[in-house]
């Protein structure tokens, strides 16, 4: 007979981490435990991004990015308020260089207002001017609430959180395999020495990001049919000079990528006052290649260029890479947030997260308070 435990948790980036989090918050003397592949927590997508926290105007209407990112910007705000966890509500101005591209962020306005996202503004030149006068924009959509954070603090807190409320954290645990069994699900996992086993559980929740199509898969699901196959993209950054980094106050966003396979080469800070340029979009074929391409500066510097006119090649130097785990394949439509009680496959208590990225960071409340309902029943 298998060891038990009530709930196994799959990946502890910042969604595996809120889910813990709200779980063992919410239910009642449960076990749970969090496996994860890495020696600590968050060693893939959660720390390797740009640590916005997003206000929610890209996503399409009705969309679970949408909902979920909306609903998840205060709720951060309010956890990093409670927990001390450092953050600057900067704002974000996503901008027209040209007079062609003020029809495409009004479009992104409107979405916006449809989305219920508070604080947003369109800018004329003198606005723009007065908040940002080194950049070169014709007009410019503002974000109030948009901001950026320490995604490192924030999944400490969210791992104490959890082991506070008796969370098991099982680092250097790898998954290796899943089957369905007669009390819910069989988990077998190297563990950290090397040695493979195997333990029970009722309820099995994947947050494994990059890796988030492998527990479908073992599962008897077709990801490729169902939508769930992980297309890794590839972001690479470019960080800016701090001299000139002192240039800019708030957050600057082109115009996003056509079909948001990316939101364009922007421009972000740090807490530390550094800026930041990336990431640009690469599909491939490895899930963790976090080398930048000195190449690539060049295509940087032009797209910087287009509306930062005092960037010059010497400020930019190659910063660091992230991987996307998108399910949107390269010439495919705009893909959702995928978040499943896969009840109708018959697949009762597994919960199936699947192509978390961009606003994940933002939602990841937000999608906890959602997991917690599927728990429930709700």
């Given at each position: ?121 369109m ?12 950049i070169?924009?014709?007009?410019a ?13 924030l ?116 807490l ?9 979009v ?28 005092f960037?010059e ?12 785990p ?29 192509g ?19 728990v429930?029943?709700?």
């Amino acid at each position: 007979m298998l060891e038990h435990v009530d709930m196994i948790i799959v990946g502890a980036g910042v969604v595996g981490l809120a889910v813990a989090a709200e779980l063992s918050r919410k239910l009642e003397n449960p076990e749970i435990m969090l496996m994860e592949r890495h020696p600590k927590f968050g060693q893939d997508t959660s720390s390797r991004n740009s640590e916005v926290i997003h206000a929610g105007m890209y996503y399409p209407p009705g969309s679970l990015k949408a909902k979920l990112c909306v609903e998840g910007n205060p709720l951060l705000y309010e956890f990093c308020d409670l927990h001390h966890v450092p953050y600057q509500r900067l704002g974000k101005m996503i901008i027209a260089r040209e007079e062609s591209e003020i029809s495409a962020i009004e479009g992104i306005y409107r979405q916006g207002t449809d989305n219920g996202v508070p604080g947003l503004k369109m800018l004329n030149r003198s606005e723009i001017e007065a908040l940002e006068p080194n950049i070169t924009a014709v007009a410019a959509l503002f974000s109030s609430t948009t901001g950026i954070i320490d995604s490192h603090k924030l999944m400490a807190q969210l791992e104490r959180s959890a082991i506070a409320d008796g969370v098991m954290m099982a680092y250097m645990h790898k998954v290796t395999g899943v089957a369905r069994s007669s009390t819910g699900y069989e988990v077998k996992f190297l563990g950290p020495d090397g040695r493979e086993d195997e333990l029970a559980c009722t309820w099995l929740i994947n947050c494994a990001g990059l890796y988030s199509d492998f527990i479908p898969a073992q599962l008897g699901i077709d990801v490729a049919e169902a939508g769930y196959k992980i297309y890794p993209v590839k972001g690479e950054y470019f960080s800016v000079a701090m001299a000139k980094s002192k240039l800019i106050s708030h957050l600057i966003y082109p115009p996003p990528l056509k079909s948001l396979k990316g939101l364009g080469t922007h421009i972000t800070k740090s807490l530390d006052g550094r800026a930041r340029l990336g990431p640009n979009v690469q599909y491939v074929e490895e899930r963790e290649d976090y080398d930048v391409d000195p190449n690539h500066l060049e295509e940087f510097y032009q797209a910087a260029r287009s509306y930062l006119p005092f960037i010059e090649k010497t400020d930019l130097q190659s910063d660091m890479a992230g991987m996307r785990p998108k399910i949107q394949a390269p010439d495919g439509p705009v893909a959702d947030f995928v978040i499943r009680h896969e009840t109708e496959r018959g697949l009762t208590g597994f919960i199936n997260l699947v192509g978390i990225e961009s606003p994940g960071l933002t939602s990841c409340l937000s999608i906890a308070k959602m997991v917690g309902r599927m728990v429930d029943g709700n």
